[in-house]
């Protein structure tokens, strides 16, 4: 389906802050005059453009503007600097693009041919000359994503446009039911929509003909508010908003009704296995974990009821087969730490523009991976143990930094932390816990020893920290991915080293 196939005063989209809502019927109307628009413009389908953008309900009438006439859409990141916006829109070929008066001077660079509306002022104009009659070929579009570019320049992740209209069944509203979407459903938004998962999630509801609530900006509070004032019953979230959210005193926490909840899903960042248990204690056996990514070659779920019989896997994979390698491509035994490769029948991405970085993802035996290192149990289930490129080597010893930040998370005093290799003239290098505190008064040395204590406490003592450095602020992305090269780059200026 698509919204034109809804009930037309149905909430297609709610702003959790302000209130603002986008009926179904100005979400069809609204993204056919955009389409139009961009076809007088002259683009055509396989034609990129770009969506820089805060949260807004706009955002969907240009997601589906571009779905319904063949295109490619890239939402960037709107904390991106201008040369870095420069580069994605460069880099994917940008057409057109939409943008806020507060983004629009990113843009200074921009050629001149490059058609640009903002939402706000030039952007309404323009459709409200445009037809709200569909273009008479609707063939459907697809997003391509940029890699966050925590290890380097971002990729833009393309696929092969899907052979069918927008008007045609989606294979993923078949495929959809594990994300807990139906028809009227109340579907939560915590993070930007300038992310893979969010985005794509919420253009699927529509197809489903749910609502979707977006929060502006996530706050562990708000959220738990939101989710009661709007009877929220399926919800999407990152580990680092469940460990905010826990971190709340228990009388706010309890303060919230949030019975409405029938369906929870995480992903995109590994969640301590202290943290998963006790939202699953607070919310009951309703969160379902997958992990994927945006290449899109490879999955695994697994739900609360797994979990607890598997703490800390990530799952069975789903549509493709797992396998754990060492260097050299040869599969290893059931227990094994090493690169996880997927099997995956039709998977077709690459990287746009960057067919050497396509085919470092690639095994000899046309596997691919997403560059993680894990191992598989003997019932088949995944357990990841952190990313290749994240790994420490102190002294020949491998460290995997996740382990540590697992544990280390479990102190009420840590509100976020990050371990990364540093310099050490004899060893190369050693792990440093870089910690963000609930309170960051309480910064002292007595609290570093104690968390290195605490650490030691459930793990070994080669694995742990050697060293804590307290910061006010974790350079953590919105999606809760960790920028570790920046944290790398204080610490090493000009050194060489394996991390990132």
Same mark, same amino acid.
């Given at each position: ?25 100005? #979400? ?49 990141? %709107? ?30 660079? #921009? ?33 391509? %994503? ?27 509203? =078949? ?28 253009? #699927? ?21 939101? =989710? ?29 009704? #949030? ?26 056996? =309703?969160?379902?974990? %997958? ?10 779920? =697994? ?38 490769? %997927? ?158």
């Amino acid at each position: 389906m698509h919204p034109g196939a809804h009930p037309r005063d149905r909430a297609a989209v709610v702003m959790a802050g302000s209130g603002a809502t986008l009926s179904y019927g100005d #979400l069809d109307d609204h993204s056919i005059q955009l389409a139009h628009h961009w076809h007088e413009a002259g683009l055509r389908p396989g034609d990129h453009v770009a969506i820089l953008l805060e949260n807004a309900p706009s955002y969907f009438e240009v997601v589906w503007a571009a779905l319904r006439s063949g295109l490619y859409y890239t939402p960037v990141n %709107f904390h991106l600097t201008p040369d870095e916006v420069a580069y994605v829109l460069a880099d994917c070929g940008a057409r057109a693009v939409v943008t806020s008066p507060s983004q629009v001077g990113k843009l200074a660079s #921009l050629p001149a041919e490059v058609d640009v509306l903002v939402v706000g002022d030039t952007y309404e104009p323009a459709l409200a000359r445009r037809s709200t009659q569909p273009l008479p070929a609707q063939p459907c579009g697809h997003g391509m %994503f940029y890699s966050s570019g925590t290890t380097g320049r971002p990729k833009g992740i393309l696929f092969p446009l899907p052979d069918r209209e927008v008007t045609d069944d989606d294979p993923m509203v =078949i495929s959809g039911g594990p994300l807990g979407l139906a028809d009227g459903c109340v579907y939560l938004l915590p993070a930007p929509l300038y992310h893979t998962s969010p985005v794509v999630t919420g253009a #699927l509801c529509h197809r489903y003909g749910g609502t979707v609530v977006v929060m502006e900006r996530f706050d562990a509070a708000g959220c738990l508010e939101t =989710i009661e004032r709007y009877q929220v019953d399926v919800a999407q979230f990152v580990p680092t908003m469940f460990v905010r959210m826990l971190k709340l005193p228990g009388e706010e926490r309890d303060r919230y009704d #949030l019975s409405s909840l029938r369906h929870v899903s995480h992903a995109a960042a590994p969640c301590p296995v202290d943290v998963k248990r006790r939202m699953i204690e607070w919310w009951g056996p =309703i969160i379902l974990e %997958f992990y994927a990514g945006s290449e899109n070659v490879g999955s695994t779920m =697994i739900t609360s009821q797994e979990w607890l019989e598997h703490p800390g896997s990530v799952g069975l994979p789903r549509f493709c087969t797992t396998y754990i390698c060492d260097d050299d491509f040869n599969v290893l035994p059931t227990g094994e730490v090493g690169s996880v490769w %997927f099997d995956t029948p039709g998977a077709a991405m690459e990287y746009h523009g960057d067919p050497e970085k396509t085919a470092e993802n690639r095994s000899p035996q046309g596997w691919y991976t997403m560059g993680d290192v894990g191992r598989l149990d003997d019932d088949g289930y995944l357990y990841l143990t952190d990313r290749k490129t994240f790994m420490i080597i102190s002294g020949g010893v491998n460290i995997y930094p996740q382990e540590s930040e697992n544990a280390l998370i479990g102190h009420p005093a840590v509100l976020d932390v990050a371990v990364i290799g540093v310099p050490n003239d004899d060893l190369g290098e050693e792990a440093k816990a870089v910690v963000q505190l609930v309170d960051p008064t309480a910064a002292s040395d007595e609290l570093a020893a104690e968390l290195l204590a605490f650490c030691q406490e459930s793990l070994a003592r080669y694995k742990c920290p050697r060293s804590v450095d307290f910061v006010d602020q974790l350079p953590r992305e919105d999606s809760g991915k960790l920028y570790k090269r920046r944290l790398r780059d204080e610490y090493w200026g000009d050194k060489e080293s394996r991390i990132v």
